[in-house]
């Protein structure tokens, strides 16, 4: 592997499924303003998801729509044809 272009600030980080909840702690090296206190009562950064494999139809099996933040409706609205 080349030297110095990976990333060397990893760190523990939480991850939130929005849609139902879910949390799991691994390293990363992403970026986040906000904290939450962890079960083992350390705070770390955490990073806000829409969907996980606790949540993707694939994993699963129900076949759920999840539309947290409009983006059907942003997806529309930026390719939408101009008049």
Not at 43 to 70: C, R, W
Request: hydrophobic residues 35%.
């Amino acid at each position: 592997m080349k030297q110095g272009i990976h990333p060397a600030n990893y760190r523990l980080v939480v991850f939130k499924d929005m849609s139902n909840g879910h949390t799991f702690i691994t390293r990363s090296c992403a970026a986040s303003k906000e904290t939450i206190k962890w079960e083992d009562g350390n705070d770390y950064p955490v990073i806000k998801m829409e969907i996980s494999n606790m949540s993707h139809p694939f994993f699963t099996g129900q076949n759920i729509l999840v539309d947290t933040a409009g983006r059907i409706d942003k997806f529309k609205k930026k390719y939408a044809k101009k008049a």
